[in-house]
């Protein structure tokens, strides 16, 4: 959840399936392999062989499931069948609880935790042809019930797929999907490197990119996909490609914002950075500024000239209590601090700051020390844009008075002690970032380099599951409050951005009917069978 930063606030194909595979090929194939394993089961009663289909140590020795899905896997061959666990093991208890958040939380069959793009993609093939339900999870952040979980189906984790390694130049870090961005910045520190990557230390890689990647570096190199020179994708006929600029050109585009459609990466390229040091921090004034502080973020969107700026303000209410409103600023310096453009804000008196001169790792976990797990939560996204000062300011207002209008109705239904944080913030995105990813070869978001950007975010946590629905509808009304008076001011903008969306919003038709439709027409062409769009429920779709 790219918004989600309250806690600064407060202070090839295995089995010879053929790369241009005909549906008959692809059959004979899934039946050759059903064979291989049913005649080697005998071999493995009472004694494990060297194809063993389940290794003691793993949870798939004697494991029974009535699901169709963990029991093709499971019987799929040796490199399948270690990869498969059952609730009864370790991993699966590990790994089916390894969410952020409590909405999350669901009880899948089995766990299936491949070792290679080559092991998922025959696990693909063999749960497409068996038209098994699957989900898949990376850094398990995003907190909509089943977008990377599933109840009675294959969870497919991304822990085991560990590529970290850079080029010889340094210009390009591969990274696999199992990691999450802390862990990435920590490895890149010595080499006084960074990538357009996660501003939480805990946000996983994957997620983050495939939805288009807010980055503390994005007005330099403007989103995160962006800066993806390469992806290895496992197809949904199982076949495993590269994905550039020259190979597979549409798809290339597609995963520039388009999720999960199309298929599952299992490494990115990412261009590198040089950036040893950053000075940023959190800048927190008193509710007495808030008019102050709006002004400020309004006075920045409108002229984001520096490029080495990143800006992220929110808002935290509480029941009871003052009102604080915080910024994060980063700036892309090791020697310089206080730049000009953040000088609206830091001539606001503060109560607290802790900027400073510090590695990327050092704030990214700075930042991610106080994210709590085991909440309940939602995101809801929105924009409004504009040109001007008076715009930008105007849509701040609209935006910050209705949400704060409707809180008395939330804090009248839950009590205080179980609401963890309330939060309402921004991200301006203006020519600058645009531009560089027009340079870059553009992404399927469709924002228009004319206009300045104010994606916002909603964010409620909370204990007790009781309040769900509660919680659930609240910002549902809210959010279309929010909207409808946006529209009526002509500030109203339909991109959500899927880091921050909830599950009842629309994504794709805000990228623009251009845009929505050739994601679709590229879905089709890689996907003709619907894979990711039916057996993988989960996520966004573009249909």
């Given at each position: 959840?790219?918004?989600?930063?309250?806690?600064?606030?407060?202070?090839?194909?295995?089995?010879?399936?053929?790369?241009?595979?005909?549906?008959?090929?692809?059959?004979?194939?899934?039946?050759?392999?059903?064979?291989?394993?049913?005649?080697?089961l005998p071999l493995a009663s009472g004694v494990l062989s060297s194809l063993s289909l389940a290794?003691?140590?793993?949870?798939?020795?004697?494991?029974?499931?009535?699901?169709?899905?963990?029991?093709?896997?499971?019987?799929?061959?040796?490199?399948?069948?270690?990869?498969?666990?059952?609730?009864?093991?370790?991993?699966?208890?590990?790994?089916?609880?390894?969410?952020?958040?409590?909405?999350?939380?669901?009880?899948?069959?089995?766990?299936?935790?491949?070792?290679?793009?080559?092991?998922?993609?025959?696990?693909?093939?063999?749960?497409?042809?068996?038209?098994?339900?699957?989900?898949?999870?990376?850094?398990?952040?995003?907190?909509?019930?089943?977008?990377?979980?599933?109840?009675?189906?294959?969870?497919?984790?991304?822990?085991?797929?560990?590529?970290?390694?850079?080029?010889?130049?340094?210009?390009?870090?591969?990274?696999?999907?199992?990691?999450?961005?802390?862990?990435?910045?920590?490895?890149?520190?010595?080499?006084?490197?960074?990538?357009?990557?996660?501003?939480?230390?805990?946000?996983?890689?994957?997620?983050?990119?495939?939805?288009?990647?807010?980055?503390?570096?994005?007005?330099?190199?403007?989103?995160?996909?962006?800066?993806?020179?390469?992806?290895?994708?496992?197809?949904?006929?199982?076949?495993?490609?590269?994905?550039?600029?020259?190979?597979?050109?549409?798809?290339?585009?597609?995963?520039?914002?388009?999720?999960?459609?199309?298929?599952?990466?299992?490494?990115?390229?990412l261009q590198t950075i040089s950036s040893p040091k950053i000075w940023a921090g959190s800048y927190?004034?008193?509710?007495?500024?808030?008019?102050?502080?709006?002004?400020?973020?309004?006075?920045?969107?409108?002229?984001?000239?520096?490029?080495?700026?990143?800006?992220?303000?929110?808002?935290?209410?509480?029941?009871?209590?003052?009102?604080?409103?915080?910024?994060?600023?980063?700036?892309?310096?090791?020697?310089?601090?206080?730049?000009?453009?953040?000088?609206?804000?830091?001539?606001?008196?503060?109560?607290?700051?802790?900027?400073?001169?510090?590695?990327?790792?050092?704030?990214?976990?700075?930042?991610?020390?106080?994210?709590?797990?085991?909440?309940?939560?939602?995101?809801?996204?929105?924009?409004?844009?504009?040109?001007?000062?008076?715009?930008?300011?105007?849509?701040?207002?609209?935006?910050?008075?209705?949400?704060?209008?409707?809180?008395?109705?939330?804090?009248?239904?839950?009590?205080?002690?179980?609401?963890?944080?309330?939060?309402?913030?921004?991200?301006?995105?203006?020519?600058?970032?645009?531009?560089?990813?027009?340079?870059?070869?553009?992404?399927?978001?469709?924002?228009?380099?004319?206009?300045?950007?104010?994606?916002?975010?909603?964010?409620?946590?909370?204990?007790?599951?009781?309040?769900?629905?509660?919680?659930?509808?609240?910002?549902?009304?809210?959010?279309?409050?929010?909207?409808?008076?946006?529209?009526?001011?002509?500030?109203?903008?339909?991109?959500?951005?899927?880091?921050?969306?909830?599950?009842?919003?629309?994504?794709?038709?805000?990228?623009?009917?251009?845009?929505?439709?050739?994601?679709v027409s590229i879905a089709q062409k890689y996907d003709p069978n619907a894979t990711f769009q039916?057996?993988?429920?989960?996520?966004?779709?573009?249909?």
């Amino acid at each position: 959840m790219y918004l989600y930063l309250a806690i600064a606030l407060l202070a090839s194909i295995p089995f010879a399936l053929l790369s241009t595979t005909t549906p008959g090929a692809e059959l004979i194939t899934a039946i050759t392999m059903r064979l291989t394993s049913a005649l080697a089961l005998p071999l493995a009663s009472g004694v494990l062989s060297s194809l063993s289909l389940a290794s003691a140590s793993s949870s798939s020795a004697g494991a029974k499931s009535d699901n169709v899905g963990c029991n093709t896997l499971h019987h799929g061959g040796s490199l399948l069948a270690d990869s498969v666990f059952f609730p009864e093991s370790t991993v699966y208890r590990n790994e089916s609880q390894n969410f952020w958040s409590n909405t999350e939380i669901m009880a899948p069959a089995c766990v299936f935790r491949p070792a290679s793009a080559q092991a998922l993609g025959e696990g693909i093939a063999l749960l497409r042809l068996e038209n098994a339900q699957f989900a898949v999870r990376g850094g398990g952040h995003m907190g909509i019930r089943g977008s990377n979980n599933i109840d009675n189906g294959v969870l497919i984790v991304m822990s085991a797929l560990n590529t970290l390694e850079l080029n010889d130049d340094q210009s390009i870090l591969s990274v696999g999907p199992s990691y999450r961005w802390g862990d990435v910045y920590t490895w890149l520190e010595p080499y006084g490197l960074a990538v357009a990557g996660g501003r939480l230390a805990p946000v996983g890689v994957p997620g983050l990119l495939l939805a288009g990647g807010v980055n503390f570096y994005g007005n330099q190199v403007g989103f995160g996909c962006d800066t993806v020179v390469n992806y290895e994708v496992v197809l949904a006929d199982g076949s495993v490609v590269e994905v550039n600029k020259d190979s597979h050109p549409d798809l290339f585009w597609a995963l520039k914002g388009g999720s999960s459609n199309f298929g599952i990466v299992t490494r990115f390229d990412l261009q590198t950075i040089s950036s040893p040091k950053i000075w940023a921090g959190s800048y927190t004034v008193s509710e007495e500024y808030i008019d102050d502080f709006l002004k400020a973020i309004a006075t920045y969107a409108a002229d984001i000239s520096d490029p080495k700026t990143h800006l992220v303000p929110a808002l935290v209410p509480s029941p009871g209590s003052a009102t604080l409103a915080s910024a994060i600023l980063f700036y892309d310096s090791e020697d310089e601090e206080f730049p000009a453009a953040f000088k609206p804000f830091t001539d606001i008196p503060a109560v607290s700051s802790t900027l400073a001169f510090k590695t990327l790792a050092e704030f990214s976990a700075e930042l991610g020390q106080m994210v709590t797990d085991g909440i309940n939560d939602v995101f809801v996204a929105g924009t409004v844009v504009g040109t001007t000062f008076d715009e930008l300011q105007r849509g701040i207002s609209i935006i910050n008075s209705t949400f704060f209008s409707r809180l008395p109705e939330l804090y009248a239904q839950i009590p205080a002690e179980n609401i963890s944080i309330i939060q309402l913030d921004w991200q301006p995105i203006g020519k600058l970032w645009m531009d560089a990813s027009a340079a870059a070869g553009g992404n399927a978001l469709g924002l228009d380099p004319s206009k300045v950007y104010l994606a916002y975010a909603e964010v409620v946590e909370w204990t007790g599951a009781q309040y769900d629905e509660t919680v659930m509808k609240w910002v549902e009304e809210t959010t279309y409050a929010i909207n409808n008076a946006t529209q009526r001011e002509g500030l109203h903008d339909p991109f959500n951005y899927i880091g921050d969306a909830a599950g009842f919003q629309s994504i794709f038709p805000g990228y623009g009917a251009e845009n929505h439709q050739r994601l679709v027409s590229i879905a089709q062409k890689y996907d003709p069978n619907a894979t990711f769009q039916t057996l993988m429920p989960g996520g966004f779709k573009v249909y």
